[in-house]
């Protein structure tokens, strides 16, 4: 558990209900970059040893972490876009999945030329719910040819069942905090 960002989503995150956490304050629309460091450091260390040679995200809250652990691994960082800009090739790697804060599917695309078949791709995300936009992720690492190597997220939220989703995946799944509970509009993290 890192006590940090378990100290800053107690003090700055807010619960509002069906299992949505706020923290649009310091990680996914206004970014703390002091903590995202310590977060990229605490997953450079977790990660050292998989053997990762990208770093792999979603548009737009996973790219703070993932660009922060990367930098500590010193490997690129490749994230899914939501939309297809005019200068991505015609063909792409692309999934769907749905999104728990739009309320919608999202459609993920990537380039091939950013994910080429061989690589060691560690998945960084924001959040760990139902497992859903990560399993979109895998799909893209596994069209490209590449390996899944590890997941990362800041924060997991253990009663979505998201890890059991992910666990025949065979690869390490680690969440620097993890949050058992959020009846009654309390948070309740899993060493409480």
């Not at 990680?27 to 040679?53: K, S, Y």
């Not at 876009?81 to 999202?106: D, E, F, Q, W």
């Not at 949050?179 to 509009?185: E, L």
């Amino acid at each position: 558990m890192m006590q940090l960002l378990k100290d800053r989503i107690l003090r700055d995150g807010k619960n509002l209900g069906g299992g949505i956490l706020k923290v649009d304050g310091f990680i996914n629309h206004q970014v703390d970059p002091v903590l995202m460091d310590a977060c990229g450091q605490e997953f450079a260390r977790l990660f050292a040893g998989v053997g990762a040679t990208r770093v792999l995200t979603a548009e737009i809250s996973g790219i703070a972490p993932a660009v922060m652990a990367a930098r500590y691994l010193n490997l690129p960082v490749v994230y899914a876009r939501k939309s297809k800009p005019i200068t991505m090739p015609n063909t792409v790697y692309l999934t769907v999945a749905p999104s728990h804060t739009k309320g919608h599917m999202v459609e993920l695309i990537v380039s091939p030329e950013y994910l080429p078949r061989g690589e060691k791709v560690l998945i960084i995300d924001d959040f760990l719910a139902s497992g859903s936009t990560i399993q979109g992720l895998v799909r893209l690492v596994q069209a490209a040819g590449a390996d899944l190597v590890g997941i990362g997220t800041l924060v997991e939220k253990s009663f979505e069942g998201g890890r059991e989703l992910l666990a025949p995946l065979g690869v390490p799944v680690v969440s620097l905090v993890t949050i058992t509970n959020m009846d009654n509009q309390q948070i309740t993290f899993l060493d409480d």
